[in-house]
């Protein structure tokens, strides 16, 4: 790696952060870890990291990457380190994200803020995506460290920024699976087996996501008009899904949700709308 190689600290040795300098290595930078049991440094130091006594000691790097259990236990760990920059991979909502870039600026740190959309076993392959928020500079001045993780997205200065876009895709993807999930089980009540569904249930759901750019737009311009497939037809269908699972003798919770949401909707005047006006009411 020449003169690009650098010396990179490693916070947390759970599974990512395992994977994390595991990837750091294997793209020839010098890693010190840390982690409060030295014993899971075992295999990373057989692959050349050099374990840190401390956290302080860790922050001597270049650069540190913290990925800790949790923001509580994260804390403590940062003020002990006090690094000079610090990209933080713990999970966690936007709002702890805001709060540590504000300490970090009251200590003199450059902050990037990053939520890692990848399982660990991902981390380093092409598959991976990392989103960054907070301090451009320090993002442009370590991307070559970062893009070793993962493709890396930079989305704006606000430090929340990359916990918010998280959240929101995590969101999709929990309502994808609960639908699917729900589906199974209707379907199941007849004796129809996953692996005859799947198939049909993938190819629908590519179809589906063709759908979200028209969504957006709609929503971006605040004009639902449609001529293809008004909110009350939809919020009908619903009932139906709804009445039907319960006469199947299955549990309604994933279409009850919403049926509820889109019949408060149609109750608020956007029956003859497309679906996109819902957004109106979760708003």
């Known amino acids: ?36 049991s030295p014993l899971k440094a075992g295999p990373l130091l057989d692959r050349g990291a ?9 922050a001597s790097a270049d650069v540190v990457l913290s990925c800790l259990s949790t923001y509580d236990s994260q804390q403590p ?4 380190a006090a690094p000079k920059v610090l990209v933080n991979l713990t999970s966690g909502t936007p709002e702890q994200a805001r709060g540590v870039a504000k300490w970090a600026a009251s200590e003199g740190i450059d902050y990037v803020d990053g939520v890692i959309m ?3 076993q991902g981390i380093g392959t092409p598959q991976a995506q990392v989103l960054y928020g907070g301090s451009e500079a320090t993002f442009a001045a370590h991307r070559d460290v970062l893009e070793v993780l993962g493709r ?11 916990a918010l876009y998280d959240l929101a895709l995590l969101g999709m993807m929990w309502s994808t699976m609960a639908g699917y999930l729900h589906a199974l089980a209707l379907v ?20 589906v996501g063709g759908f979200l750019p028209g969504i957006g737009d709609q929503v971006a311009s605040g004009d639902y008009a449609t001529d293809v497939s008004a909110l ?42 497309a679906i996109a006006s819902v957004i109106e009411e979760i708003r």
């Open 1 to 36: 790696m020449g003169e690009s190689k650098k010396h990179v600290g490693v916070l947390g040795l759970g599974r990512m952060g395992a994977a994390l300098a595991g990837a750091l290595l294997g793209a020839g930078h010098d890693v010190l870890v840390w982690n409060r």
């Open 50 to 58: 050099r374990l840190a006594a401390t956290p302080a000691e860790a």
């Open 77 to 80: 760990v940062l003020a002990a």
């Open 118 to 120: 990848a399982v660990p």
């Open 152 to 162: 890396p997205v930079f989305l704006g200065e606000d430090a929340g920024l990359a």
């Open 188 to 207: 199941g009540t007849e004796g129809v087996r996953p692996e005859q569904f799947t198939p049909m249930a993938s190819a629908w759901h590519s179809a």
């Open 232 to 273: 009350d037809i939809n919020a009908a269908g619903l009932a139906m899904l709804e009445e039907t699972s319960r006469a199947q003798g299955i549990s309604t919770a994933v279409p009850a949700v919403l049926r509820e949401l889109f019949a408060r909707a149609v109750a608020a005047g956007h029956g003859s709308h």
